[in-house]
């Protein structure tokens, strides 16, 4: 049973570009959350999706836009990156939005660095 | 703005040592998570107590919710050499169960 994927592990980037992230969710998931890591801190909502929409968005700018595709894998699209923008991006899946799908399962994560 | 406040935030023991650490929030919750994340990758669940829960084991884990002080404990017991990692926990509220509040996290070292 495949768990969350990730791509690509590791990123460099350079300030003003733009940059897109991928996640495929566990097996028999339906929803993906995305995440914020800086270096030393707790992760940070980003959005979530569920049947292709945004259902939640945490305090991230309009910079920071997503995607699902009908397969439930999900995109993470960031563009005039900054330097603040360097981090791990966690990508999570769960089944649903019923309030008994508690359990995410987080991917490896994406190290995005920003020169 | 992160919910959930651990405590210590650094923590270093021998293996075979108890190894607990806190967690306070400040708003109400549906529910109280923990996490373990090793050397800066993906976070590895750990444990769910509810919020009408007051305690809950799984295997060497054990984790209390005091509602009343917003605050919650891990234990693990018998510590090893690989239980090194980052804890966090994570609190979610009201109908947003699956969006999670990360607090700053304990790094538990564990020496052999």
């Known amino acids: 049973d495949a768990g969350v994927t990730q791509s690509p592990t590791h990123l460099i980037k350079t300030r003003g570009q733009q940059v897109t992230l991928r996640c495929s969710p566990k097996?028999?998931?339906?929803?993906v959350s995305w995440y914020q890591q800086a270096l030393g801190q707790g992760p940070q909502f980003i959005f979530q999706?569920?049947?292709?929409?945004?259902?939640q968005r945490g305090n991230f700018p309009d910079r920071f836009s997503g995607h699902q595709f009908p397969n439930y894998s999900s995109e993470l699209n960031v563009n005039a990156l900054l330097l603040g923008d360097s981090a791990l991006y966690l990508c999570?899946?769960?089944?649903?939005?019923?309030?008994?799908?508690?359990?995410?399962?987080f991917g490896p994560g994406t190290r995005l660095t920003v020169t | 703005s992160q919910q959930g406040e651990e405590d210590p935030q650094a923590l270093s023991i021998q293996e075979g040592e108890n190894a607990t650490m806190n967690c306070s929030y400040k708003?109400?919750?549906?529910?109280l998570q923990w996490y373990r994340q090793n050397s800066g990758r993906g976070l590895v669940h750990l444990i769910l107590?509810?919020?009408?829960?007051r305690e809950k084991h799984s295997g060497r884990l054990r984790v209390t919710l005091d509602t009343s002080k917003k605050s919650s404990s891990l234990l693990i017991t018998a510590s090893r050499a690989a239980d090194t990692a980052s804890y966090f926990c994570?609190?979610?509220?009201?109908?947003?169960?699956?969006?999670?509040?990360f607090g700053k996290g304990t790094l538990l070292t564990v020496n052999p």
């Open positions: 107590i509810r919020s009408n829960e």
């Open positions: 708003t109400s919750i549906n529910n």
């Open positions: 994570a609190t979610a509220r009201g109908g947003s169960n699956y969006k999670l509040t």
């Open positions: 999570a899946s769960s089944w649903g939005l019923a309030p008994r799908t508690y359990e995410q399962y």
């Open positions: 999706y569920y049947e292709e929409e945004e259902r």
């Open positions: 097996s028999g998931h339906d929803t």
